[in-house]
């Protein structure tokens, strides 16, 4: 089992509405990132919370709000996607900041999203 | 430029065989790190192996191998006896110590093993 949660596990969201994808982890981690990822793609970075400070934020589209409550959770408010924003959505952590052997990256099952 | 190259996009394989995954990655870093990770169909991506840059030593951890071979700048993977459940998408991934929160990804390599 991750260590990772996410939910929903699906989404399905017409390109009016408002939702959030959630994630948790409890392993003490804290970095958290969200990342996107298409079919038969490698996952592509969108932000990452580095002690609950986004300190990076890969020119992601304003569409996309992350939130990072506290070293435990972290959101992604999405409102008004569009359909090519339909992915998984995988959350991920790490220990520290950097992402190194004794720190890798540990991610969730991820957000399979649908947006009509 | 693509920091992590993974050449072979889909293998197959019968059940029981050996197979090696190819990575090859470029850094200008002299401190940097490897990593494999295997995304069955669930969707999950799993860690399964890491290096840094200063251990070249080669390992086995049950079926699963790996050679790093700085020379050339190549990871490879290797499953022995290799099983259905081995089927799954699998990604080399490289961090660098100067920028430590960027991970990047190989394309993939899909393997299906056949029974």
């Known amino acids: 089992d991750t260590e990772v949660t996410q939910t929903p596990k699906h989404l399905v969201m017409g390109m009016t509405n408002k939702k959030s994808l959630k994630c948790e982890q409890h392993?003490?981690?804290?970095?958290m990132y969200w990342y996107k990822q298409k079919a038969k793609k490698p996952p592509e970075l969108m932000f990452v919370?580095?002690?609950?400070?986004?300190?990076i934020n890969e020119s992601v589209p304003s569409r996309f709000s992350p939130e990072c409550p506290n070293s435990s959770l972290l959101n992604l408010h999405l409102h008004a996607l569009q359909p090519e924003d339909s992915a998984l959505y995988l959350c991920?952590?790490?220990?520290?900041?950097?992402?190194?052997?004794?720190?890798?990256?540990?991610f969730g099952n991820g957000t399979r999203l649908t947006v009509t | 430029a693509q920091k992590v190259t993974q050449a072979q996009t889909e293998i197959s394989v019968v059940e029981k065989e050996d197979v090696t995954l190819d990575c090859v990655y470029e850094?200008?870093?002299?401190?940097?790190?490897l990593f494999w990770y295997k995304q069955p169909p669930s969707g999950e991506l799993v860690f399964l192996i890491r290096?840094?840059?200063?251990?070249?030593q080669n390992e086995i951890s049950g079926r699963y191998s790996w050679n790093f071979q700085k020379s050339t700048s190549s990871f490879n993977f290797t499953i022995t006896a290799s099983q259905v459940v081995d089927s799954a998408v699998y990604f080399c991934?490289?961090?660098?110590?100067?920028?430590?929160?960027?991970?990047?990804f190989g394309t993939g390599t899909s393997l299906t093993v056949i029974p």
């Open positions: 991920a952590s790490s220990r520290t900041g950097v992402v190194t052997p004794a720190s890798p990256l540990h």
């Open positions: 392993m003490g981690h804290r970095a």
């Open positions: 919370y580095s002690y609950e400070k986004l300190s």
């Open positions: 850094t200008r870093d002299t401190t940097y790190y």
């Open positions: 290096r840094n840059s200063f251990d070249e």
């Open positions: 991934a490289l961090s660098e110590a100067d920028t430590g929160n960027q991970f990047y």
